[in-house]
């Protein structure tokens, strides 16, 4: 057996090791130009243990596109059966229009495997004010659901004062087109400020910043690889072989999202 050969089976042994359970994982339009191109959101389910993910928290695109409640409900269709899929709801402010229908759309999705929600105020054209989502963010904070923000669609003191009002809120940072390595400042100053600030493992970029945003027994990464639309091995290769401890390499890729679900 060559070098490289038995340097691959070490990899995937490693990440096999880590039980991975990635919470960002998407289904996203057919044509869209992913990693892997692939004709069904079941192929895209299937798809997951080549890349060695266990488990996955999946969103839908489409919810950007049509409506974010059309696009949960194909979401919550495509996980049925699946163990170990769960659901990435997105919410916005029209599903808190008439009283009690937040709750009710909540626990329909908690119903439904809920692990995370996502918000896209500059996609879906909404403050994140209180005025606006103030029942939402509270709601969140309530059930003990973490909130996936994209680091393009609010500004970093829109971030700040989300974690200022729901301290108990933890929030996730990530975003598709523009590495985390642009804005290290802002987020050293996040990470020292605010204790519910988290970023997602795949687009940190390079591994120095994984081991700058976590500290002994403080993690502040979790394991999200942005499925299929780009390739999981960009976030396993910076966690498995960063200057951190073993348990918190677990806590990154397993442990923060076993939280959510066995609260």
Same mark, same amino acid.
């Given at each position: 057996? #060559?070098?490289?050969?038995?340097? +691959?089976?070490?990899?995937?042994?490693?990440?096999?090791?880590?039980?991975?359970?990635?919470?960002?994982? *998407?289904?996203?339009?057919?044509? =869209?130009?992913?990693?892997?191109?692939?004709?069904?959101?079941? /192929?895209?389910?299937?798809g997951?243990?080549?890349?060695?993910?266990?488990? /996955?928290?999946?969103? &839908?695109?489409?919810? &950007?596109?049509?409506?974010?409640?059309?696009?949960?409900?194909?979401?919550?269709?495509?996980?049925?059966?699946? @163990?170990?899929c769960?659901?990435?709801?997105?919410?916005?402010?029209?599903?808190?229009?008439?009283e %009690?229908?937040? @709750?009710?759309?909540?626990? =329909?999705?908690?119903?439904?495997?809920?692990?995370?929600?996502?918000?896209?105020?500059?996609?879906?054209?909404?403050?994140m004010?209180?005025?606006? +989502?103030?029942?939402?963010?509270?709601?969140?904070?309530?059930?003990?659901?973490?909130?996936?923000?994209?680091?393009?669609? +609010?500004s970093? @003191?829109?971030?700040? #004062?989300? /974690?200022?009002?729901y301290?108990?809120?933890?929030?996730? !940072?990530?975003?598709?087109?523009k590495?985390?390595?642009y804005? #290290?400042?802002?987020?050293?100053?996040?990470?020292?400020?605010?204790?519910?600030?988290?970023?997602?493992? =795949?687009?940190?970029?390079?591994y %120095?910043?994984?081991?700058?945003?976590?500290?002994?027994?403080? *993690?502040?990464?979790?394991?999200?690889?942005?499925?299929p639309? #780009?390739?999981?091995?960009?976030?396993? %290769?910076i !966690?498995?072989?960063?200057?951190?401890?073993?348990?918190?390499?677990?806590?990154?890729?397993?442990?923060?999202?076993e939280?959510?679900?066995?609260?």
């Amino acid at each position: 057996m #060559s070098e490289v050969s038995q340097k +691959v089976i070490e990899y995937k042994a490693k990440i096999k090791e880590l039980k991975p359970f990635d919470i960002s994982c *998407c289904f996203p339009p057919i044509d =869209y130009n992913s990693l892997d191109k692939f004709t069904s959101k079941e /192929a895209i389910i299937n798809g997951l243990a080549k890349h060695g993910i266990e488990r /996955a928290a999946f969103w &839908n695109m489409d919810c &950007n596109i049509v409506s974010p409640i059309a696009g949960n409900e194909e979401a919550i269709r495509a996980i049925k059966g699946h @163990d170990n899929c769960y659901l990435c709801a997105v919410l916005s402010p029209d599903m808190d229009v008439k009283e %009690g229908d937040l @709750d009710k759309y909540l626990d =329909y999705y908690a119903e439904n495997k809920l692990v995370a929600a996502r918000m896209f105020p500059t996609k879906l054209v909404h403050s994140m004010q209180d005025w606006c +989502v103030g029942n939402i963010l509270a709601a969140l904070e309530k059930r003990g659901i973490p909130l996936i923000l994209w680091h393009t669609e +609010v500004s970093w @003191d829109t971030v700040a #004062s989300i /974690a200022t009002r729901y301290p108990n809120l933890k929030i996730i !940072i990530e975003a598709i087109d523009k590495k985390m390595l642009y804005h #290290s400042k802002n987020q050293a100053m996040l990470i020292k400020k605010f204790k519910n600030i988290y970023f997602g493992s =795949y687009n940190l970029g390079q591994y %120095g910043i994984l081991e700058a945003l976590n500290t002994a027994n403080d *993690c502040r990464v979790v394991l999200a690889t942005n499925y299929p639309v #780009s390739n999981p091995q960009m976030s396993f %290769g910076i !966690i498995t072989e960063a200057n951190v401890s073993e348990e918190t390499k677990a806590y990154i890729c397993h442990g923060f999202a076993e939280e959510i679900i066995n609260k």
